[in-house]
Each structure stands twice: as C-alpha cells, then as structure tokens.
C-alpha cells in the first residue's frame, strides 16, 4: 500500500504550448466536496522572469493496485486572458501560493489519490513550536521514484516563530536542504496518536516556495540552507465559496 502523503502530492510540469518549461510540486486540497491542485504562484507566472506557461500538467495514478499505472492531466492556466487559478494578497502583499479547481468529471476514472483538508490545517499556531521536525514531500530537481511517479521527502525542522510572521510576511522558516522543482510542496508534521498510512495522518502547516540566502563572501560562507514556506491557512481563503464565485464573475 503506497503511503497516504505521497498520493496527496503530485508532479507539475509547466507548458508554453507544445513546449515543457519547468518541473515543480503540487497537492491536493479538498474543501466542501470540490477539489484543488495547490502550487506556488511563481510556478503558474513569475513576472520577474517572464515565466508564463499557458498550462500545467500533473501526474495522477490510475490504478489502486498497480502504482505503475499513471496518467498525465493537463490543465489549462487561461480562458483567453483571464487566468484560472485563484490567487491571494495579505497585508504584506502577493502570497506566493495558488491553486486551480479539478473537475471531477473532467479526471479519468478509477484515479488513486489523497488529498488535505481544512481538518489537517493547524487551528492554534502556538502549538507547532520551533524545531519542530516536519517533512517536506516533493520532486527535487524533478528527482523522484520514476517507476512508481511517487515523490521524496526531505526531513526539516521549524526555524522561525511559528506563530509569528517571519519579518512581517506570511511565511515561516525551515531549516533543509532543498532544491528546484520542490516548490509547491506541503509542509507537514506528524499527528500524535493517529496511526494509518491511508488516513493521511498529517498536520498541513505550509507551502515550501523557495531558499532564503543572505549577501555573503561565497569563497568563506556556505548558503544558509534556509527556506520560506507559506501559512497553509492561506487555502481557507483562496477556497472559499465567496473567492471562488468572485473569481468567475
């Protein structure tokens, strides 16, 4: 039995047309019977870069019983010049984190996958203290189990205040080794006491969306290995019934 947080988290390949542009991470997010595909806004549009892919691709496994089987899901970014994902703002600004509706009916049938819920986010932030060790699954450098199309996790621990935005932004630190291709993964801790590799027993605290450096003397001091992953809580808005409606008018 393939493990419940790894069906929750998918591969996402960015397309301009015909052409792949960039691999990155994605998961699933259910709310009220609809379901998303979550990632980080710089994988779906980067200005600065002049990224902007026209669609994005994941991977979904077709088969419960053979994990071999998987099937690429294309999903369009536009409709003409209006983009289809949903995106959000905080006080300080662009958050770094959308996600884009999957029709149920559109996915092929018999697709094995897992996804999070508001049950899984975090309701008391000083709960989760610093140095709190957390995983971080995902498909760094677009390195996975190319048979199986499942992700790697790459183990971490909180370093900021949770509960406190890091410099006033809506993000937190953790301390790991990461890489491209990583970005739009969830950040997730371990229940206590909640046994079950298909229940997805896992608290959702984030969204990794990229490494924190300092200016340093290259030749003398090594990166930080610090990273920023966005409050998970940021789903609650960007799902909600109200944003949706909003968006499509």
């Known amino acids: 039995m393939i493990e419940s947080l ?8 960015t397309f301009q047309g015909p052409k792949q542009l960039t691999s990155a991470t994605g998961f699933f997010f259910e709310r009220d019977g609809r379901l998303f595909v979550a990632t980080n806004r710089h994988v779906v549009l980067d200005e600065a870069s002049g990224h902007r892919p026209d669609r994005l691709e994941i991977e979904l496994h077709a088969d419960a019983e053979n994990a071999t089987k998987t099937v690429q899901f294309s999903l369009p970014l536009y409709r003409g010049e ?12 662009v958050v770094d984190v959308v996600v884009l509706p999957l029709e149920r009916s559109a996915m092929p049938k018999g697709v094995n996958l897992r996804a999070f819920t508001p049950a899984h986010l975090v309701k008391q932030l000083d709960d989760v203290e610093v140095g709190t060790s957390v995983l971080i699954p995902g498909f760094p450098l677009g390195f996975h189990d190319t048979l199986h199309s499942l992700p790697v996790a790459r183990q971490a621990v909180i370093a900021s205040a949770f509960g406190i935005r890091f410099q006033g932004n809506g993000y937190f630190l953790t301390d790991a080794r990461m890489h491209r291709g990583a970005s739009g993964a969830p950040v997730v801790a371990r229940r ?9 027993p896992w608290m959702l605290l984030g969204i990794h969306a990229a490494r ?28 909600a019934e109200t944003a949706l409606e909003k968006a499509t008018a």
């Open 212 to 239: 924190m450096d300092v200016k340093r003397d290259e030749k003398q001091d090594e990166r930080l290995e610090l990273n920023l992953a966005w409050y998970a809580d940021i789903l609650l808005t960007l799902t």
């Open 192 to 200: 206590s006491g909640e046994p079950g590799r298909d229940k997805l």
């Open 6 to 13: 790894l069906l929750a988290v998918t591969r996402a390949t």
């Open 82 to 93: 209006a983009a289809l994902w949903r995106q959000g703002t905080d006080s300080a600004g």
